[in-house]
């Protein structure tokens, strides 16, 4: 009996884990969701949602005593994968939220859409996914792809990766990242249908289990 990769949720009050969670075990995974830090040195990879202000979820994610755990195990080289403002978490900052710093473990700033003719602010719907290296999270997958998207702030291009997907809304952006052990989406893969599943499926094929089919 093949024992199924886990992966440790972060429940700290400011993420749809529930949602979540249904996804990451129909990408086959085996879920445990946590709002104690002190679970987060014996998991083999973390989940980090993230739902609402950047300051709010920063300061959230704090007070429930994540930050000092969740640095060591990025920096030890634990699996980490970000979803939403789950990903913009691991910059230095956002302009959503001056003087609120991130985690810092990928240098640079988050920055808010522009509003513009024909484009409101934020981007509610279907976008189009193009690769740009190999990511784990996106490797063999047929692009563009489209997922589903609900944010007014990105991770701009300046921000240096190994690998991703870029979206454009305006400008190019982000949308997915993949950069040593960390891994991020921008967009909500338990909205994104087969699309959602196939990334999630890929963090667990790729990354979790050394690329096992």
């Known amino acids: 009996m093949t024992v199924k990769s886990e992966v440790l949720l972060l429940d700290y009050g400011a993420g749809n884990v529930r949602s979540a969670a249904r996804a990451l075990e129909r990408a086959g995974m085996t879920v445990r969701v946590s709002g104690d830090p002190a679970d987060v040195p014996h998991a083999p990879a973390l989940v980090v949602p993230g739902q609402g202000h950047f300051r709010q979820v920063m300061e959230a994610f704090d007070r429930h005593g994540f930050h000092g755990p969740v640095m060591d195990a990025a920096q030890g080289g634990v699996p980490l994968l970000g979803i939403c403002v789950g990903m913009q978490m691991l910059l230095s900052g956002s302009e959503e939220a001056p ?58 291009l300046d921000v240096e990766v190994d690998a991703g997907a870029l979206t454009e809304y305006g400008v190019p952006f982000w949308s997915a990242l993949s950069q040593a052990n960390l891994h991020a989406a921008q967009f909500h893969p338990e909205k994104s249908g087969a699309v959602g599943l196939a990334i999630l499926t890929r963090f667990r094929r790729y990354v979790l289990e050394g690329g096992a089919a």
């Open 99 to 156: 003087g609120t710093p991130g985690l810092g473990l990928i240098p640079g700033t988050v920055r808010r859409f522009e509003v513009a003719p024909g484009q409101k602010v934020p981007q509610m719907g279907w976008n189009s996914l193009d690769k740009v290296g190999d990511s784990p999270l996106l490797r063999d997958l047929a692009c563009p792809a489209y997922a589903y998207f609900v944010h007014s702030y990105y991770v701009p």
